[in-house]
């Protein structure tokens, strides 16, 4: 069964500490994502890699940054956290866009 | 700018009581329109991707159908298990998708 792993299902961090998020998938898609989902908001592009070492802004790129070394494993880094970071965070991979996307199961982040 | 929006943005029914649920769409060039179901505490889960008007996709209970401004998912004789959330979102051409908030549906036994 295919899927995308996310390292951690919650995660509580305190302001100003840097903090890492993994997603590793395995079934070598080229294109990965991450998105944070808030109520009322829905999901919202951070940042995407369509290959290893690169990386786009999304929506709302402002206190994060990724990583890419791997073509499975794409790092979402909140660089000092704020508690306007704490949601629930979403790695996501695809093979094309005529596909959709794979999700991971969610990494929910409270920064206190 | 690219929106997508869902109605209603909440919807309870009794087991075996069809009903549809509404997202609308405003896109500079329509490349296609996904369909996701989220279960709570879950990533979510890709159902159809609709490409042109006219166009239909069905699973099991769902059917899914698009026209130049708006999709519906309709579900026919709902059981508990369709409880979840479902999203749609659209691609513009572009490399990613813009998502609408979704509707929260409950079926009730």
């Known amino acids: 069964d295919v899927k995308v792993t996310q390292s951690s299902r919650y995660l509580v961090k305190r302001t100003g500490e840097k903090v890492f998020l993994e997603c590793v998938q395995d079934?070598?898609?080229?294109?990965m994502f991450w998105y944070r989902q808030d109520p009322g908001l829905g999901l919202r592009l951070i940042y995407f890699s369509y290959d290893v070492k690169m990386k786009e802004k999304g929506d709302i790129p402002e206190g994060y940054s990724v990583s890419r070394e791997k073509k499975e494993r794409f790092s979402l880094i909140l660089e000092s956290a704020s508690t306007n970071q704490t949601s629930m965070y979403l790695c996501?991979?695809?093979?094309?866009?005529?596909?959709?996307?794979?999700f991971g199961s969610g990494t929910r982040l409270t920064v206190v | 700018e690219d929106q997508v929006t869902q109605s209603p943005e909440a919807l309870r029914l009794q087991e075996g009581e069809s009903s549809s649920l509404n997202c609308s769409y405003t896109v500079s060039g329509l490349r296609g329109l996904f369909w996701y179901r989220q279960d709570p505490g879950k990533g979510p889960e890709f159902l159809f991707t609709?490409?042109?008007a006219g166009e239909e996709k069905e699973k099991e209970r769902l059917k899914a159908t698009l026209t130049k401004k708006e999709s519906f998912l309709h579900i026919t004789a709902p059981k508990p298990e369709d409880s979840a959330t479902y999203l749609c979102a659209v691609n513009n051409y572009g490399q990613n998708f813009v998502f609408g908030p979704g509707t929260r549906l409950s079926v009730l036994p």
């Open positions: 079934m070598d898609h080229e294109n």
């Open positions: 996501a991979s695809s093979s094309g866009i005529n596909y959709g996307y794979t």
């Open positions: 609709l490409y042109s």
